[in-house]
């Protein structure tokens, strides 16, 4: 059932997050991936076996899009190993993450129709679980200062600051988020 | 055209925090309000003048609902003004809002909704600012350690923290969470 077109479900699926960031997640249906994509009629429901399916895949494809580029990755590997440099690194993801609006919108609306959709709520739970245990073996390998604890506050703080900047970007400033990262990272990994 | 019966507005938008957190925004109707109120159909459609109005006030209530009662007021403004009773007081608070459930699964389904609704932003900007602020001042006259920042930190680390247990309960474990509301207290008041 399933054919072997890479570049067209790629398509589909990226067109599924913008769906479901603009629509919601009950406005999600192959219909409407169909039109996003601009493919005919009917090619979503070929590509993938349900809903579930598809809403797995943008689920996926929203952590792949968010993975750092090579020179990101370089200039991580030869930085300052300092406070300073850390709440630098911490500014940049904020930024990186929150430029892929859609996509964040897309795992938050993903969230929510977990709490309706076991299956769902299955395979999102082990995605985030090993994106955070990642995270945090990453940074204990890095050298950075900061422990394992210090990592998730900083992942529970940051998201929030995400949340609050793509729904509700005028309760705080651009500065004061600056400000509160640059805090949150002086903070948690002083006492650390 | 607004009647006024206050017993059955408030069941309305009671229904409505229910209808929201189960179908999500667009599942939002006045038709879905009536039903889960178990009022006539066309009843919610007399008391709000039109969707966003009823959306508005489903928010409303929400923050209505999660205010803390006198008991804990009193049991608050007498306790310990140490580390130890900060961190006991937000294990709390995380408590209280988490057990709402149905409440915070709807302001989050308003916060997505708000990235479509211009005037829904507007006011749910004014009133999340308006709910950090008086956090922020609450607790400046408290006596309580920690500054500002420090408050402001809380309320992003603790909001993802009831985000990821209500929607994915299984990424972090009961202990861990506990762990991090303690970690939490510890080092951002602590560096204050």
Same mark, same amino acid.
């Given at each position: 059932?399933? =054919? =072997?077109?890479?570049?067209r479900r790629a398509a589909l699926v990226d067109g599924a997050i913008e769906v479901l960031a603009r629509d919601g997640a009950r406005g999600l249906t192959f219909r409407a991936v169909d039109a996003e994509a601009?493919?005919?009629?009917? +090619?979503?429901s070929n590509y993938f076996a349900n809903r579930d399916d598809l809403l797995t895949q943008a689920g996926a494809?929203?952590?792949e899009r968010l993975q750092p580029d090579e020179a990101t990755v370089t200039r991580h590997r030869t930085a300052e190993r300092d406070r300073e440099t850390y709440a630098e690194l911490m500014r940049e993801l904020v930024a990186r993450v929150s430029?892929? =609006? +859609?996509?964040y919108l897309a795992l938050l609306e993903l969230r929510l129709e977990a709490t309706r959709r076991p299956e769902l709520r299955t395979v999102l739970t082990e995605r985030v679980r090993a994106d955070l245990d990642a995270n945090v073996a990453y940074h204990l390998a890095s050298g950075l200062p900061g422990d394992a604890t210090a990592v998730k506050l900083l992942y529970l703080a940051l998201n929030w600051l995400i949340v609050e900047q793509l729904t509700l970007p005028d309760v705080l400033t651009p500065q004061e988020r600056d400000e509160l990262v640059a805090a949150a990272v002086d903070r948690i990994v002083a006492a650390s």
């Open positions: 059932m399933v =054919r =072997r077109n890479d570049q601009a493919v005919p009629a009917g +090619t979503a494809r929203v952590y430029s892929f =609006r +859609t996509g």
